[in-house]
């Protein structure tokens, strides 16, 4: 069975975050030879931080520089895939860096596979995720007009080796994601576990069932 090292690097920017991910790739391209390890998996908060993947456009950031100041936010163009999304206190980001040749998992089954650990820790919580055809991530209410968003999924793949990962709303402050288009989309509504359950939750046991459904669906040992 692979094994995956569960880091959990506490509050770090975007920006150190990524340099972090970058690290970790190399190390694991040059412990390749290491046949039963498969990469770590990253957790991690930022600050206030609005990112754009490759293909995004800045116009779905929808206020000035100057209101990015007052509210204590920054703006960063990122590597990953998606649009636009917002990452902050509360919310639970993690980064897997795995070897998708090592686990023999295409790149379709593996942000298939990060949809469904996130649909199994919702429903422990009595919350009821689902997909949406060609919209990566994870939603409530897919058969209504307004689908609300409760994680986000964006990646990078190098090397066969996995970038960034997903961004799942807990008890995170709903309130800035009203200064972009979420993904690029105007007619989304966005929601988290705690505005679901109207009370917040232990993040550090969310953390723990993410670990306990990750495990089980890509089939490898955390350690």
Not at 70 to 75: D, R, V, Y
Not at 104 to 127: C, D, H, M, T
Not at 142 to 147: I, N, T
Request: charged share 25%.
């Amino acid at each position: 069975m692979m094994k995956i090292k569960i880091i959990d690097i506490g509050t770090k920017s975007f920006e150190d975050a990524y340099q972090y991910q970058l690290e970790k790739v190399d190390e694991l391209v040059d412990k390749r030879n290491e046949q039963e390890f498969a990469g770590c998996f990253i957790y991690v908060e930022h600050p206030h931080v609005y990112t754009l993947g490759r293909h995004g456009k800045t116009d779905n950031l929808l206020i000035s520089e100057q209101l990015l100041s007052k509210i204590n936010a920054s703006f960063v163009k990122t590597d990953r895939g998606g649009d636009i999304t917002y990452h902050g206190p509360g919310q639970i980001v993690g980064y897997p860096i795995l070897d998708l040749m090592k686990l023999q998992i295409s790149p379709k089954n593996y942000v298939f596979n990060l949809e469904e650990v996130i649909i199994r820790v919702l429903a422990k919580y009595g919350i009821k995720g689902d997909r949406i055809n060609g919209s990566i991530g994870v939603w409530l209410d897919v058969d209504k007009p307004k689908p609300r968003k409760i994680c986000s999924i964006g990646i990078r793949i190098t090397r066969n080796i996995t970038m960034h990962g997903f961004a799942l709303n807990v008890n995170n402050d709903l309130k800035y994601f009203s200064y972009i288009n979420p993904c690029g989309f105007t007619n989304i509504a966005v929601t988290s576990i705690a505005n679901e359950l109207a009370h917040s939750v232990d993040l550090e046991e969310v953390k723990k069932e993410i670990l306990i459904n990750f495990q089980e669906i890509f089939a490898i040992q955390l350690i």
